[in-house]
C-alpha cells in the first residue's frame, strides 16, 4: 500500500517535499513520482530504481530530487524553483525489480499540487 502526502499550494519559486510510506517494499523495488495535469497523460517525474539510480524527466532536472529512506520505508520528492506548469497531482508507484510504467506496479491515491505564478 502507497500513501502520498506533502502536496499543497505554493506560489512559484516556492518548495514542497513529498512523501510516499509504502508498505511492503524491500530493496528490491523500483520507486517513482509520476504526475497528471488535467487533460494530460500522466507522465513520469522522478524514477530510483533498487541501485539507487536515479532519473528525471528534463523539466523537473536540477529542481527536484527524488530520495528513499528504507528504514522509514518513505520515497520522497523534494520540489525546489516550483513553477504553474508543475501543477498536477503527484503519484506514488512502486514495482518489484524493474520499474513501474503505465499501469504497471502499485500506485497510490495521489496528493495535488498547485502552484500559482
Known amino acids: 500500500q502507497l500513501v502520498e502526502s506533502g502536496g499543497g499550494s505554493v506560489q512559484a519559486g516556492g518548495s514542497l517535499r513529498l512523501s510516499c510510506t509504502a508498505s511492503?517494499?524491500?530493496?528490491?523495488?523500483?520507486m517513482g513520482w509520476f504526475r497528471q495535469a488535467p487533460g494530460k497523460e500522466r507522465e513520469e517525474v522522478a524514477i530510483?530504481?533498487?541501485?539507487?539510480?536515479?532519473r528525471y524527466t528534463d523539466s523537473v532536472k536540477g529542481r527536484f530530487t527524488i530520495s528513499k529512506d528504507y528504514a522509514k520505508k518513505t520515497l520522497y520528492l523534494q520540489m525546489n524553483s516550483l513553477i504553474p506548469e508543475d501543477t498536477a497531482m503527484y503519484f506514488c508507484?512502486?514495482?518489484?525489480?524493474?520499474?513501474?510504467?503505465?499501469?504497471?506496479?502499485?500506485w497510490g491515491q495521489g496528493t495535488q499540487v498547485t502552484v500559482s505564478s
Open positions: 530510483i530504481d533498487r541501485f539507487g539510480i536515479t
Open positions: 508507484a512502486a514495482r518489484y525489480w524493474v520499474c513501474p510504467s503505465g499501469e504497471s506496479g502499485a
Open positions: 511492503g517494499v524491500n530493496q528490491y523495488y523500483c
